[in-house]
């Protein structure tokens, strides 16, 4: 190595270290930065587990819903939350549901696995 | 009481996605991450959204960080990446940018010696690659082989940077000694 290249590759040395010295955030301004990454995030956990809430609520209304004519006929008794009476098709409901059900689950999965 | 390292945040953020043990890892390398970015860029703002990225792109990949090196290296080689993915995107406005670097640096050189030792001035004059390396290499104290690692250079591709971006630096401001 020449002469030149040492001076210079001290010159670029010192060039770093006088800069790093400058290179410091005040506590306001990590903060506000911290802020701007976590406000995101937070936002992102809160609708995430939201959406799963509503979903495991509407999972559990409609697992419920098609277990009531089965415990019709085990207690042997239609009259029980008597489903025939009411003019709902209810196969129409239940099965659309949970097929809705099934694909928003399918797509947030999707989204988690792209997420990663 | 002990305050948790690295690591043991890492683990908590990866299986119950803690997001103050995150905070806590924002907090330590938010300075690290935005002041690489800031050398590699130049520009402040641009910067700053591209640390914010990293940061929530951290988040996400963490389940993908192995604990085998170090956190800090995983978080400027995903800052490296993003920085040069905006710089394709970008390709226009940041040629612009460059070229105003440049002009700038064209002025200074020409005219008298400033006071301070602006270190933007100097790095405007080398290219991405160049710059990443001098800066991995001078400022953060890397050693040639972590810094192939972190930029994916071949090692000697990372040393003709380095070597090539001091004389670089040495040719375009005249520099024959120490200042």
Redesign the interface.
Known sequence: MTDNNLSNEAFIQQLFQQNAEQQTFSHENSEAFVDTVMKPLRRQLWLRTAVLSVMAGLSSLILAFQLVPVINILSDSYNWLSFQTISINWELVLIPGSIAILGMTFLLMLDHSTDQ | MKKPDDKELIARVIAT?D?QA??AL??RN??LV??WL?QLSGDIGMA?DL??ET??KA???L??FRGEGNFRSWLMKIAYTNFLQAKRQQFQQYRVLQEASQMEADKDSSGEESA??D?QK?LAVLNTEERAC??LN??YGYSHREISILTELPLGTVKSNIRRG??R??DKFN?????
């Open positions: 996605q997001t995150f905070e924002v907090w938010q300075h935005r002041n800031r700053d640390a914010q940061f929530i988040w996400s990949k389940h993908t301070g030792l270190l100097y001098l800066i001078y400022a001091t004389v630096i040495r520099i024959t000694g120490t200042p």
